[in-house]
């Protein structure tokens, strides 16, 4: 289908545009993200879409969570913006402690799996110490969320969708610095890439290099180094989902 020349963050907009205009129920919420947000991530959604699909929280992640939590089980399609990931700590009981258990308290007679959390994430090199965190381990040993992180725009826009579908809650952190940074070609329609599924993006016979987000660009740097300087034939892979991360890719 049609392409268009997209910078990571434009890809997560169209990604959003999709998936209101698909999903009638699905909302977007969080501090700002009606007149674009920070980063510029829901720019145009509110006028597309209206102030009751697109509009501003209180500066309070516990509540944007919590409201996220209760859109979700009462069967609408949620999807909560934390304006950076270091703000989503106050959030961290809301997400560990009713999200990912919300299914398995009740037996499965209710669930919030349409809650998706997307949050910037990562350093950027001016941001100190409330503006540059990756706390993605922290959640990565919580079962019942999915966590996901995209390296580029074509991926970003592929998984967002998906963890957006996805019947369990999902964290999907953005690597704000390549928001602007990466430049490709991707798809206006609405596509998916599945959820746990790592990426092999370059084979190799002596090491592997496992990495996700901003240093898979690091990493595939260093794997040209140690080939140029060491002789050393490095495998790439980009693991995509944190959890539950594709074991079988990285042992084979």
Known sequence: GQTQKMNLFQSITSALDNALAKDPTAVIFGEDVAFGGVFRCTVGLRDKYGKDRVFNTPL????????????A??????????????????????????????????????????????????CVGHGALYHSQSPEAFFAHCPGIKIVIPRSPLQAKGLLLSCIEDK?????????????????????EPYNIPLSQAEVLQTGSDVTLVAWGTQVHVIKEVAAMAQEKLGVSCEVIDLRTILPWDTETVCK
């Not at 309070?60 to 859109?71: H, K, N, T």
């Not at 809650?169 to 798809?187: D, N």
């Open 168 to 188: 369990n809650p999902c964290i999907f952190f953005e690597p704000k610095i390549l928001y602007r940074a990466a430049v490709e070609q991707v798809p206006v």
């Open 60 to 71: 309070c992640e516990q509540g944007i969570v919590g409201f996220g939590i209760g859109v």
């Open 73 to 122: 089980v009462a069967g609408a399609t949620a999807i909560a913006e934390i304006q950076f990931a270091d703000y989503i700590f106050p959030a961290f009981d809301q997400i560990v402690n009713e999200a990912a258990k919300y299914r398995y308290r009740s037996g499965d007679l209710f669930n919030c799996g349409n809650l998706t959390i997307r949050a910037p994430w990562g």
